[in-house]
């Protein structure tokens, strides 16, 4: 957390950027965020300065910070605390009191930057409440308003409100995610499991990024709480994936071994394709060019490939390291030790899982069935017995057994199936199989299989996920989706690219109802709103005469007079810090060249006049070299993150290259000194009197920025000027001018950000396009994705402008009921993410359509029974993954909130909407034509849904299994080597020929 930051610059080719290279050759070490306000604001008295206990309190502060200073053995501020009670100055009093009296700032100049700054800032905002508390009590601290100001104390307390969302995500998210996981997995062994997979990966996930953030990239203040959802989100659906196929292969009777062979062939392959394509999401921010984004793409992609890396190799490693422990899921995995236990033996706690363990095998199977056919004899019995007891007849004479068993399909030639010709059927065949030899016993043998291919086939009709599969998968059914859903696109598309609208407001990113979020907007009601965020106007001459010379100091004065005419809602005089003029007239050559030469002194009254005179001149000259350059910080009327503002940048940047083209600086020389009279000879009395109270005015919004030490007037010294760039603004004679400052920067980065914002998208979806079509060797798959994406994005985007700007979440959420649009970053870096979560899901369906392709299904009952096989797992992986993202709904900070709109709202829609009934629904319509070209790749179709050989354990495979272990030289005796004593043997399940054909007696039912 401490190496994160708020900070957002413009990329190479911005007009700001080039600025900024002016900005630091003429100005080093001078940034805005070295200047740290202590701001009062009254509540109860006529004036801020009557509170009693303010005096005391900034000569204590002062004092408090001396003390700080002097102990931690460096220089640790520039200059003395600036304060109304702290300078008898009424030059440096005024300004910092506001116009309407009720405030007033202290300000402290900081010394070091970068991180040192942060850590510095840190001591000053700890300091403030213990000098209050020293100097006034809690009755008086009722009076009035305090807080620190500047970007400093936003990132400190963002920081501190991101360390409360991650606790909320320990204590809330991660509890249901396990409830989830224990629900799904059966077994509170294997979610052992996914919870020391998960703290591994997050804790792996921060310590790799805190050397990147620390020497490489910058990373958002955001990024860790969106780094742990991330985490969290795919920990556990990637161990569930794995875990999930490692009990299905376990309940088979396959061995330990080769079961977590199977999981990783089949589950580790679509983990990786999902890690793999998450991963180059997130890095496609690369293309946004901008360093904010750049530095959360990498945080999720760091994330993503951590987790995937984590589970790969953790989850087999804990496996095999502990066959016997991990393979045992009696009991939700307590253990067998339980079925000793008489209570744990109840048919309602097996209704809630609570069982033996009940294997997938042939006498697993039949075991089950009689225990099912039991349970129902049981409950119906109890209801006639109700019904007897009531005086009713039942079922008009018909038989109870026939009437309860009618429906349950056996492969016998028996009219009327009942619980008794059913268990003396199964156990004549299980005494022919082990007694007679020759035809009887194949006869017995071949109805043993029929008999579990029946029970099969009848436990996959009444899934709800198989029958809403097929539903889905009928050509009408399909096609009625399909257009339902493009009709519901279409609106959606419709608000999000006609009425989404964005905004740099900055308050989205601080914790809502903190204290500096309080103060900062008292600040703005008090002061001018660009007095937070002034922009820097930067004029470099150094190529052609000089700044410091009456000619130049006209042109630029004539310059700024036409700019405020020009936009006199933006700019006034007032707003601007400058040497050139103040809020009631110009300052001319003669005045700045008289204080610079230390005229004053000759007329006791003008000193203080001309202090302030000096104080304009070294805010606006160059320290490097004064003839150089010159800079003028302007205090907007407009909010500098204001829409207004945004909208208006272009047309000042147009004006500002259309006046130098139009008005050529006249030429001047570089003799910084000349010959005049005195000041007090060359000016009445009465002008004189007007321009010092005119001074004392203007230097209200210079106190935003730090005073600099003059050099001395023979250090004109020559430095090698910053080379204009196009992105400046170049007159003929070579005068470059350029605007700089958080807002501009701000400004600049999101235009570039939105102007490559299309071909980034465009880039994306055509790697998607090309990883997906070789993945699956066809054309046709990667174009339904890309359709499928689209329909994600747009459906996404638009709810998301619908809810936020019509305030449809404030009756939940108190504090978005000002929200009236997006943050900017919302749009940008969601796109990625909605890229990289709809494809994860999607790769999970539609690789599982393909495992069930190649084993020689159809397609359509490929998607079929791929969709009804994994809807449990994928849904619950999205109810998991929706439960991560939670979290940050749950977060004070706006964009956060927002963030977690979008992805929850992404998975949901994905797992109950698209992957449940679009890609089934177009896959379906495709046919065989989702495999083209590559259909010859695929196994010849022989099978439909109703075939039941995929639960098979293929003989051969068994076999090699035991070749395996041999070569790994596992012992006979080792626990890898547990398995079942009887498997489903594959060559026994019946196919369309066998003489009890499973789709024949479906067609005479």
């Known amino acids: 957390m401490s190496e994160t930051s708020l900070s957002l610059l413009a990329a190479k080719g911005a007009q700001s950027y080039e600025a900024r290279q002016i900005q630091t050759h003429w100005f080093p070490n001078r940034t805005a965020d070295q200047t740290a306000f202590c701001f009062v604001h009254n509540l109860e008295f006529k004036e ?35 304060g109304y009670f702290l300078t008898e100055n009424q030059y440096i009093r005024s300004p910092i009191v506001s116009n309407n009296k009720n405030g007033t700032v202290m300000m402290i100049q900081l010394h070091e930057t970068g991180r040192k700054l942060q850590s510095d800032f840190n001591l000053v905002s700890t300091m403030v409440d213990k000098s209050m508390n020293k ?95 991330i985490c969290l989100a795919l920990s556990v659906d990637y161990s569930l994936f794995l875990l999930s196929r490692f009990r299905e292969e376990i309940l088979k009777g396959r061995s330990v071994y080769r079961s977590v062979h199977q999981m990783l062939k089949f589950g580790g392959r679509i983990i990786a394709l999902s890690g793999i394509i998450l991963t180059i999401a997130f ?40 066959p016997s422990f991990f393979s045992d899921f009696g009991y939700l995995g307590i253990g067998t030790c339980l079925s000793k236990v008489s209570c744990c033996r109840n048919s309602c706690w097996g209704k809630l899982g609570i069982h033996e363990m009940r294997m997938q095998t042939e006498e697993g199977i039949l075991q089950e069935y009689e225990r099912e056919v039991s349970e129902k004899k049981q409950k119906r019995k109890k209801e006639l017995e109700q019904n007897r007891a009531r005086g009713i007849v039942d079922n008009n004479g018909v038989d109870i057994e026939d009437d309860l068993f ?31 030899e020759g035809e009887k016993a194949g006869d017995a043998k071949e109805e043993r299989s029929a008999l579990i291919a029946r029970i099969l086939l009848h436990n996959q009709n009444k899934s709800r996920w198989f029958r809403l599969a097929r539903w889905t998968a009928q050509p009408l059914h399909a096609v009625i989706i399909v257009i339902l859903l493009l009709l519901v696109t279409v609106p959606f598309a419709l608000e999000y690219t006609m009425h989404m609208r964005q905004s740099l407001d900055n308050t989205q990113i601080l914790a809502q109802g903190s204290k500096s979020l309080k103060v900062y907007q008292t600040l703005k009601k008090d002061f001018p709103p660009g007095l937070t965020q002034p922009m820097q106007m930067l ?68 000193q203080e006049m001309c202090d302030g005179v000096m104080y304009l001149f070294n805010l606006s000259m160059s320290p490097v070299n004064h003839n150089a350059s010159m800079l003028v910080s302007i205090g907007t009327i407009l909010d500098p993150m204001s829409e207004a503002l945004y909208d208006s940048m272009p047309d000042i940047y147009n004006w500002t290259a259309t006046y130098l083209k139009d008005h050529p600086k006249p030429k001047m020389g570089t003799n910084v000194q000349r010959e005049r009279r005195p000041l007090l000879e060359t000016m009445t009395r009465e002008e004189i009197v007007r321009m010092k109270n005119s001074v004392a005015q203007t230097v209200e919004m210079a106190q935003a920025l730090p005073p600099r030490a003059l050099p001395s007037p023979s250090s004109n010294t020559h430095h090698t000027p910053t080379k204009p760039s196009p992105a400046s603004f170049v007159s003929p004679d070579k005068m470059v001018v350029g605007y700089d400052g958080n807002t501009n920067q701000m400004i600049d980065s999101v235009r570039q950000i939105y102007k490559v914002l299309p071909p980034a998208m465009a880039i994306s979806l055509s790697v998607v396009f090309v990883v997906v079509g070789i993945i699956f060797k066809s054309i046709v798959v990667p174009i339904r994705t890309v359709f499928t994406l689209a329909t994600t994005l747009f459906i996404v985007y638009g709810f998301l402008t619908l809810t936020f700007q019509n305030q449809f979440l404030s009756p939940l959420i108190s504090f978005l009921k ?135 354990v293929n003989p051969e495979e068994t076999k090699e299994e035991e070749e395996w272990l041999d070569w790994m030289k596992v012992k006979k005796t080792s626990r890898l080597r547990k398995t079942a004593e009887k498997h489903i043997v594959g060559e026994n399940i019946p196919r369309s020929s066998s003489k009890y054909s499973i789709q024949a007696n479906d067609e005479q039912r």
């Open 539 to 606: 004029f470099d001459a150094s190529e052609c005469g000089g700044v410091f010379n009456e000619a130049f100091m006209d042109y630029a004065r004539d310059m700024l007079t036409a700019m405020c005419k020009m936009f006199p809602t933006i700019f006034s005089k007032e707003g601007m810090v400058s040497v050139l003029f103040t809020k009631d007239m110009d300052l001319t050559f003669d005045l700045i060249q008289a204080a610079y030469n230390d005229e004053c002194r000759e007329d006791a009254d003008l």
């Open 48 to 82: 801020v300065t009557e509170i009693p206990c303010l005096p005391k309190f900034q000569q204590t502060f002062r004092d408090d910070l001396l003390e700080l200073e002097k102990s931690s053995g460096r220089k640790m501020f520039r200059s003395d605390m600036i």
């Open 135 to 229: 100097a006034c009590t809690k009755t008086e601290q009722k009076q009035f308003i305090y807080g620190m100001m500047g970007i400093n104390q936003f990132l400190l307390e963002t920081r501190d409100n991101i360390m409360d969302d991650l606790a909320v995500m320990d204590t809330i998210c991660i509890p249901l995610a396990i409830v989830v996981l224990i629900i799904m997995l059966r077994s509170i062994r294997l979610v052992l499991i996914t919870i020391f997979a998960t703290a591994t990966s997050i804790l792996t996930s921060f310590l790799v990024m805190f050397p990147i953030a620390k020497y490489l990239l910058e990373i958002p203040t955001f990024a860790p709480s969106l780094m742990m959802s």
């Open 818 to 952: 000002d929200v009236d649009s997006l943050y900017f970053f919302i749009p940008v870096f969601g796109y990625s993410l909605v890229i990289g979560l709809a494809l994860d899901y999607d790769i999970f369906l539609f690789y599982r359509i393909a495992e069930y392709r190649d084993k020689g299904y159809k397609t359509h009952s490929a998607v079929v029974k791929a969709t009804a096989h994994s809807g449990a797992i994928i849904t619950a992986a999205g109810i998991v993954m929706a439960i991560a993202f939670f979290g940050l709904i749950m977060s004070k900070m706006v964009v956060l909130v927002e963030m977690g709109v979008l992805l929850v709202t992404t998975v949901l829609l994905d797992t109950f909407v698209v992957r449940l009934f679009l890609v089934p629904a177009l896959c379906s319509l495709f046919g065989e034509g989702n495999w083209f070209p590559g259909c010859w790749l695929h196994a010849k179709v022989t099978k439909t849904e109703n075939d039941m050989s995929d639960l098979a």
């Open 283 to 322: 890095l496609s921010n690369l293309f946004l060019r901008n360093n904010l984004l750049f530095g959360i793409g990498t945080t999720a992609a760091v994330a993503t490939f951590i987790n995937l890396t984590v589970n790969f190799l953790l989850i087999p490693s804990l496996i095999l390291a502990f």
């Open 406 to 436: 009618r429906s349950i399909p056996i492969p016998t030639e028996m009219d009327e199936p009942t619980e008794t010709t059913l268990l003396r059927h199964h156990q004549q065949t299980l005494k022919a199989s082990d007694e007679e």
